[in-house]
């Protein structure tokens, strides 16, 4: 209910809304307008309150909240259960402490602001307060999906709801980032355990929405770029939010059914990889090839110059066109 | 495949002087092809690149299997997957287990990281780690000795 009052006071940004207003519109008394009032203020809403005019909102910038995504979400699994921080270490932290816990399926944890999030080999994933969408997803006792579908699921549902909710074009780059303009838009690691329950997985997502390009880190700044610097619209976290979760929903609701062959064929389509020659690194060692697939358990296939074809795994840490 | 047969397929090659032999055995696929100096490569082909299939589960670690000679009475804690071995959640952080460290069945020793899914590996039997045989980074196959423990 956060949510519509929320909306109204959104869409009439800066205006005084009465009480009385409200009261037309919401099925609520006044006691509880003012109780969701203060609620959306804890999310760290500005919202001035006067007794005769009402309310009004100041700002137009968004705070993630649970209710805003739960509400109209529709999914089977992914993100039946949401968690919003204003603050914490990791939302893959958080998600694994859930991951013993009974009716955790699906969770999904949100953060406005992440200390010490992680990227692969503990590279830090940088996430000022409310610049970026912070996610991670639980997946509990998940025997059916191949651990290596899943960096790729993630990446293509990804890059598909960035540009369903914002118009952006995204393309990925092998194996698991997702790009716009040439520029990393995107990442995504995932963290598999064995636990008592059951083989289960934390997917971890990090979308820059806000960042100005003097905002990241000197040795990231070439190659990072947010959706604010690619579009004049607001972005909206709680929308671009939900369309990932509906994606995700749609690859993991099921995983009985076998959908490899549809995986493989639209992520290629994001991927300009096969064809290509390029240059990698895998166990120390250079080689050079051409790119003949991507398969979606193994990896990538390359046609090496001397003739030879070879299976590189995605760990393969750098690739040069 | 087994080693022997590989090497016998070597010799084969060696005194035919092929420089190249493409060998399929029902799933598996073989390529040996003879390098520069004469020194045959093995490549393991995938099962069925073009078109891949429903992966199956993720593989339990494989039980752990008794070494002979010098390490008698040791139990080796393999790789369950293709993958490059961590030896610690992250570059500067300490490793997850050292030599002389008691580990229970599922005290977690390291990471394997296979496309970009980061699995932890737990230790599957209760002892103590007498020797670590991966070093940090390398490229492990499935089975591929990384630990040997010392059972309680």
Known sequence: MAGTLLDILRRHNEQWLSVET????????????????????????????????????HGTEDRLSSELIETS????RIGRKVLVYKETNSTNDVAWQHADEQGYDGLAVLAEHQRKGRGRLG?????????????????????????????????????????????IATRIKWPNDVMAKGRKLAGIMVEARQLRQGRCFVIGMGINCAQKQQEFAPEHRHRAISLSQLTETQI?????????????????????????????????????????????????????????????????LLQLDDGVVRVFDGSTTSTRP | MDVDKIKELIELMKTNDLNELK?????????????????PQIIQMPHQPLTAPMPAPAAAPAA???????????????????????????????SFVKVGDHVDTDTVVCIVEAMKVMNEV???????????????????????????????
């Open chain 1, 123 to 167: 590279r830090n994933w940088q996430a000022a307060l409310g610049q970026s969408v912070l996610l991670s997803v639980l997946l509990q006792n998940e025997t059916n999906i191949a651990s290596a579908q899943l960096t790729l699921l993630a990446g293509l549902c990804v890059a598909e709801a960035v540009e369903e909710a914002t118009g």
């Open chain 1, 236 to 300: 909206d976290r709680v929308h671009l939010t939900q369309m990932l979760l509906r994606k995700l929903d749609q690859w993991l609701a099921n995983t009985n059914v076998d959908r490899s062959d549809q995986l493989h064929d639209r992520w290629l389509a994001r991927c300009d990889i096969v064809g290509h020659h390029l240059e990698l690194i895998s166990n120390g060692q250079t080689f050079a090839g051409r790119v003949l697939d991507v398969c979606c358990r193994e990896g990538l």
């Open chain 2, 23 to 39: 060998i399929k055995d029902g799933e598996t696929r073989i390529l040996l092809r003879r390098g520069a100096k004469g020194n």
């Open chain 1, 22 to 57: 409200l009261q037309g519109i919401l099925p609520l008394d006044a006691p509880a307008i003012h109780q969701r009032i203060e609620q959306l203020r804890l999310m760290g809403y500005q919202i001035e309150s006067n007794p005769v005019y009402g309310f009004r909102l």
């Open chain 2, 64 to 94: 752990p299997a008794p070494v002979a000679d010098e390490n008698a009475g040791l139990i080796e804690i393999t790789s369950p997957m293709v993958g490059s071995f961590y030896a610690a959640p992250s570059p500067n952080a300490e």
């Open chain 2, 122 to 152: 737990k230790s599957e039997v209760k002892g103590t780690i007498k020797k670590i045989l991966a070093s940090n980074g390398q490229a492990v196959e499935f089975g591929t000795a990384l630990y040997l423990v010392e059972p309680d």
């Open chain 1, 73 to 76: 979400l529709n999914t089977k």
